[in-house]
């Protein structure tokens, strides 16, 4: 191995340079399970709204563990791992439903709503023969619990006594954008899964990376729902590892010269300007916002798109997105209309998003052969601190700065 290549392979120093093997080691997704997604961090599990009443239940992931959220009798939300303690199969198979209790269908191992095991089939034997062992006590066997918060409606967990409030977590700006975009009851309008062939981690920089978005998507760029010479900014969370990224309408003086749905530079037109006829819902002049909360949720507004997603880590290059669109409870029909019609911008074929489904695989196949060689993050500078730019990648050293301390890397 030459001298330059030693170099590439060692540890690097700064949060501006990320190893590719970092993507591509299957060991270190092992090691992601215990340390980052069980360790002291807040999963998003679901929205209050998708399980209402006692008994209401749906599945989810932390990491690559299948999670089971209920709502109990007394109206409190709990979660445990999906997984029989028996034999290990799944508790529940279906995404949600309604149970008075859950039964795995191998054994007829039974819990509660709770997670808490109740009863074993066959547990005294039959005709006084076989069965459990008098020693064997079903409260010394329980499925592993969750702590769960709720912030404005959705519903977040942690497997971690040392993860501190969720409040705290995310820092006063996550918070505070967090509250304004569920500032009314939310309802589910519509989801789906997209299958990213590429690491979980290219996506959580993704939403990170604030200043591709002019870049790779060239609808945002056509028709001006994010130009950089907009107003806004980056704020990254003082654990670095939560961040909220804003793109503001373009004052009249920014945007005088620009007339109706057409583009300044080839003349384009939509057939249907309504799609981007939109309602500054908050009085905040946002037309862009992502917010990220580590290690795998993302709410993005789009106009008056309202969106989670969840990303899950299938393999090492293999990653479920979860898209969850959302509305509020309240909504008028013109409004309600306005949102599914917006939904065209976003996920696998949106018209802003779809780039994203590719790109990142773009990036596992042309570094497939240099694990050692480092991805460079020098956008913005060194550091993790908020701008007021999105010329920068604050967010994503944020990401790894965080990802590397769990990690201890």
């Known amino acids: 191995m030459d001298q330059a290549y030693q170099l590439q392979a060692s540890a690097p120093a700064t949060l501006t340079r990320v190893p ?14 215990r340390e980052v997604f069980e360790g002291p961090v807040w999963n998003y599990l679901c929205i209050e709204s998708d399980i209402p009443n006692p008994g209401d239940w749906r599945t989810t992931f932390v990491g690559r563990m299948s999670v089971v959220v209920v709502r109990t009798e007394d109206g409190t939300i709990t979660a445990f791992e999906n997984r029989c303690l028996h034999r290990g199969a799944l508790i529940c198979f279906d995404n949600a439903g ?6 795995c269908v191998y054994h007829s191992w039974r819990y509660d709503l709770s997670g808490n095991l109740k009863s074993i ?11 459990m062992p008098e020693t064997f006590r079903m409260q010394e066997h329980q499925t592993r619990k969750l702590r769960i918060a709720s912030l404005s409606g959705i ?17 006063p700006d996550v918070l505070f954008a967090l509250r304004r975009n569920a500032s009314k009851p939310l309802r589910v309008i519509g989801r789906f899964t997209e299958v990213l062939p590429n690491n979980w981690k290219m996506y959580a920089e993704n939403v990170r990376d604030t200043y591709h978005a002019s870049l790779l998507h060239v609808f945002f760029a056509t028709f001006r729902i994010n130009r950089l010479s907009q107003g806004g900014g980056v704020t990254v969370s003082d654990n670095g590892g939560c961040h909220v990224s804003t793109t503001l309408a373009p004052t009249e003086d920014q945007d005088n010269a620009y007339a109706g749905m057409r583009s300044v530079d080839d003349g384009l037109r939509l057939s249907d300007p309504s799609m981007l006829d939109a309602a500054d819902e908050h009085g905040d002049r946002v037309r862009q916002q992502i917010i990220g909360v580590f290690p795998s949720f993302a709410m993005q ?6 969106a989670i997603r969840q990303f899950v880590p299938k393999g090492v290059d293999s990653t479920d997105l979860n898209w969850i669109y959302l509305g509020y409870q309240d909504d008028s029909p013109v409004l309600r209309k306005r949102r599914l019609k917006q939904l065209n911008l976003a996920g696998p074929a949106g018209f802003v998003s779809m780039e994203d489904g590719c790109i990142g ?13 480092l991805s460079l993050l020098e956008m913005g500078g060194d550091g993790v601190e908020s701008q007021e730019t999105r010329a920068t990648e604050t967010a994503v050293r944020g990401f790894w700065q ?8």
Do not use: C
Not at 98 to 103: G, I, P, Q, V
Not at 155 to 171: N, Q, R
């Open 20 to 33: 590719f093997h970092w993507y591509q080691d299957t060991a270190l997704l092992q090691q992601e399970q």
């Open 98 to 103: 309604n149970s008075k209790d859950f039964t």
């Open 121 to 131: 089939a066959f547990g005294k034997g039959v005709n006084g023969k076989g069965g």
């Open 155 to 171: 519903v977040f967990g942690t497997f971690s006594d040392a993860t501190p409030p969720i409040e705290e977590y995310v820092g």
């Open 301 to 306: 507004r789009t106009y008056n798109v309202l």
């Open 361 to 373: 695989n773009f990036v596992e196949r042309g570094a497939a052969a240099a694990p050692d060689a």
């Open 402 to 409: 965080m990802w590397r301390r769990l990690m201890r890397i």
